[in-house]
T-cell receptor, first 113, second 111 residues
Framework: GAGVSQSPRYKVAKRGQDVALRCDPI?????LFWYQQALGQGPEFLTY????????KSGLPSDRFFAERPEGSVSTLKIQRTQQEDSAVYLC???????????FGSGTRLTVV | QKEVEQDPGPLSVPEGAIVSLNCTYS??????FMWYRQYSRKGPELLMY????GNKEDGRFTAQVDKSSKYISLFIRDSQPSDSATYLC???????????FGTGTSLTVIP
């Protein structure tokens, strides 16, 4: 597609529920990133894929967070046993080889109640 | 101390004014510097990308990097109401894939 697509746009989860957030990067983009943006804050790095390989997951806040990109295109960020502090906008971005900045999607706004 | 510091504002200016947005950072390894614009309920959109120190101009926007002072700026000339958004600075080290963002500065341009 023309841009990075994320779904759902909004997700309300009860505390303890598992959620899955989807990212469709720009077609052909090798690199894919997940960021978490809390209210009034800048995005914070979660994890990075190059094709299907997860090369950096240093930003994942706990082992409840898991990301995958099995075929090197679509990626899913899964959060198990959601907690209130997980409430944030989850942004996906992609980048092609040789290009500098990311292209971000519009994000998924997760609210844990 | 956060690696990137940015005054959150809010900043309110009249249409046509020159806007100056700034960030400071502590990591001397940062070599790539970016400015993103984020409208409400949208993802950040890349505005400017610079490498190392110097100036870069694109239309009404000028980005400046002073690595000796660890200070970057974005200037917006002839500001328009459509420039009303949150502006995020971001930076990364050479070979690094992770971007470090400031908290963002909220700008409102009043017609």
């Amino acid at each position: 597609g023309a841009g990075v697509s994320q779904s759902p746009r909004y997700k309300v989860a009860k505390r303890g529920q598992d959620v899955a957030l989807r990212c469709d990067p720009i077609s052909g983009h090798v690199s894919l990133f997940w960021y978490q943006q809390a209210l009034g804050q800048g995005p914070e790095f979660l994890t990075y894929f190059q094709n299907e390989a997860q090369l950096d997951k240093s930003g994942l806040p706990s082992d409840r967070f898991f990301a995958e990109r099995p075929e090197g295109s679509v990626s899913t960020l899964k959060i198990q046993r959601t907690q209130q502090e997980d409430s944030a906008v989850y942004l996906c971005a992609s980048r092609n080889r040789g290009l500098n900045g990311y292209t971000f999607g519009s994000g998924t706004r997760l609210t844990v109640v | 101390q956060k690696e990137v510091e940015q005054d959150p504002g809010p900043l309110s200016v009249p249409e046509g004014a020159i806007v100056s947005l700034n960030c400071t950072y502590s990591n001397s390894a940062f070599q790539y510097f970016m400015w993103y614009r984020q409208y409400s309920r949208k993802g950040p959109e890349l505005l400017m990308y610079t490498y190392s120190s110097g100036n870069k101009e694109d239309g009404r926007f000028t980005a400046q990097v002073d690595k000796s002072s660890k200070y970057i700026s974005l200037f917006i000339r002839d500001s328009q109401p459509s420039d009303s958004a949150t502006y995020l600075c971001a930076m990364s080290a050479r070979g690094g894939n992770q971007f470090y963002f400031g908290t963002g500065t909220s700008l409102t341009v009043i017609p």
